[in-house]
């Protein structure tokens, strides 16, 4: 039985436990969240199919746990599914700087954000246009192991919580930010990200 098949019989054995076998599978309203819950899983499983080579890719070529880019990029791009992510190819929330979009986008584009410095606030920020998932994913990559920002971290890439946790220190202005990537990582078992591949 592949990932998807597990995650459909899931949702259906869930809700057959809540309401009964019979009202689990002739309820329309029923059957309409049970396809949304299963198209949400499902899609969630094709992010970390495309997303996981990648990861292990940055890891390969950058020193950066998978664990941890994978997790931030569901974080940054709501599994896929965000504006940046949808429209720019744009998976980790990467701004242009002065300089310009840098190697690996190929233009900036405007959207609001949220900045907490320390309070929240909306503000405008020109954000980084990839073409394609790969070249967000190597930016990122030579963004964590290049920028004296995050130098720090690099001797922790053996361990993803605490490589995140420094991380956040100057990747996001949100105070909750490691927490969230790291309850990321727990939840959808990221770490087997890291182990060498059979």
């Not at 098949?5 to 009964?20: D, E, M, P, S, Y």
């Not at 940055?58 to 880019?69: F, K, L, M």
Request: aromatic content about 8%; charged content about 20%.
């Amino acid at each position: 039985m592949g990932n998807r098949q597990r995650i459909a019989a899931a949702v259906l054995a869930v809700t057959a436990l809540v309401l009964g076998p019979a009202q689990a599978t002739a309820d329309p309203l029923v059957r309409q969240v049970r396809g949304s819950a299963a198209a949400k899983a499902l899609a969630r499983v094709q992010y970390l199919d495309r997303a996981a080579p990648l990861a292990r890719a940055v890891a390969a070529e950058y020193g950066i746990p998978a664990s941890v880019t994978a997790g931030q990029s569901i974080l940054e791009s709501s599994w896929g599914q965000s504006r940046l992510a949808v429209n720019d190819l744009n998976y980790f929330g990467f701004k242009c700087t002065s300089a310009g979009p840098g190697p690996f986008a190929v233009g900036c584009h405007d959207y609001p954000t949220t900045e907490c410095t320390p309070d929240c606030h909306q503000v405008q920020a020109l954000f980084r246009v990839y073409d394609s998932m790969q070249a967000s994913f190597r930016d990122y990559g030579r963004v964590l192991s290049t920028s004296k920002n995050y130098i720090a971290a690099l001797p922790l890439a053996h361990d993803p919580n605490a490589y995140v946790t420094e991380v956040a220190r100057k990747y996001a202005t949100d105070p909750l930010y490691a927490g969230k990537v790291i309850r990321i990582m727990q939840e959808n078992d990221l770490y087997r990200l890291d182990a060498p591949l059979p």
